[in-house]
Structure formats: structure tokens, C-alpha cells
């Protein structure tokens, strides 16, 4: 995942927002949004760091979850769509897709299930990225490429920069 080396490997939740600031989408949050980088070493829980983005803004949580969350979710989709990876230090992980207020595609991207019932919508990305069967292929690089093709929301040159942050209590 060398686009995102600003994540931790081993957790985390990166939150795909597409057309909105990064002030914008913490704002949707009702949290107090701060300018520039985070104060990652004396916040111990809730920072969410915004980041620009071609298309749009990525949200990221140094072990976090707050991005699989529907009260966050629903208003920060709203209007838009929005695509979430998260991953704890014991591999549990998920995958959720939003489009204005709603959920439409959650799944575990390290245990994806089988193809039934999902979206036809998503069928194809999830097979051809490997996201199907009973062990994924494809992991958590596949989970933001397909993030990154539902949000059209990608990484760029600004994204190593934290655009601004704010504390979300949950």
C-alpha cells in the first residue's frame, strides 16, 4: 500500500469522501475541525486527520473505527458516497460503502464471504480485485483500490499532508 504510507500497517480506518474538503467533511462529523497537522502524540482516542485528495478527502484513524460507524457515516455520505477500510491489531476488519445517508455494501475484506447477495454493481471490482470466496486474495491493498474506484477519491501528492483534524468521541 505504498500510497498510504501515512496509515499504520497494523491499524487503522481510512474513510473515502468523495467531492468534499477535508474541512467539509469533518465539519459533516459536528466536531471541532483544526487547521494542519494533528497532535497525534497527545490525543489518545478520536483523532481523525482529513487529507486531501484527488476527488474528494480521506479520513484516517491511527486505531481507530469511527469510519464503520453508521452515525458517521450516514451524514458524511450524504449527498455524495463514501467508502471505508478499517483493520485492528487482531485483523479484524470491514469494508463499508455508503451513497447519500445509506449503506449499501459492507463485508470483511480479509474474509469476504461469497458472491451472493452482493450488489451487481460491486460484483465485478470484487472479483477481478479478489474480494471473494472464503479467504481474500487481494487483502487490504484490494479494499482501498476498491475504495478508491467507488469514491473516485485517490491519493496524490498533498495526501502525506494533514490537511486539518478534529477529536470525535465514540
Known amino acids: 500500500m505504498s500510497d498510504y504510507d501515512w496509515l499504520d500497517d ?15 467533511a469533518l465539519a459533516r462529523l459536528g ?31 491511527w486505531n481507530g473505527f ?20 478499517f483493520v485492528n491489531v487482531n485483523r479484524v476488519a470491514s469494508f463499508e460503502h455508503y451513497v447519500d445517508g445509506r449503506s449499501v455494501l459492507s463485508f470483511d475484506p480479509l474474509f469476504p464471504g461469497h458472491e451472493d447477495g452482493i450488489p451487481e ?7 477481478e480485485l479478489g474480494l471473494v470466496g472464503d479467504k481474500s486474495e487481494g487483502g487490504l491493498a484490494a479494499a482501498m483500490l476498491l475504495a478508491e474506484r467507488i469514491t473516485e477519491v485517490r491519493p496524490n501528492a498533498s495526501s502525506d499532508v494533514v490537511a486539518a483534524h478534529g477529536v470525535l468521541d465514540y
Do not use: M, N, Q
Not at 10 to 23: K, Q, Y
Not at 35 to 59: K, N, P, V
Not at 121 to 127: I, K, M, S
Open 66 to 85: 469511527a469510519g464503520t460507524l453508521d452515525e458517521v457515516l450516514r451524514p458524511l455520505s450524504a449527498g455524495t458516497v463514501t467508502a471505508s477500510v
Open 10 to 24: 497494523d491499524a487503522f480506518c481510512a474513510t473515502f469522501v468523495r467531492g468534499l474538503t477535508p474541512h467539509e
Open 121 to 127: 454493481d460491486y460484483l465485478a471490482d470484487r472479483v
Open 31 to 61: 466536531i471541532e475541525v483544526f487547521d494542519g497537522d494533528d497532535e497525534e502524540g497527545e490525543i489518545e482516542e478520536g483523532l481523525i486527520s482529513a487529507r486531501w485528495a484527488e476527488g474528494g478527502t480521506i479520513l484516517s484513524e
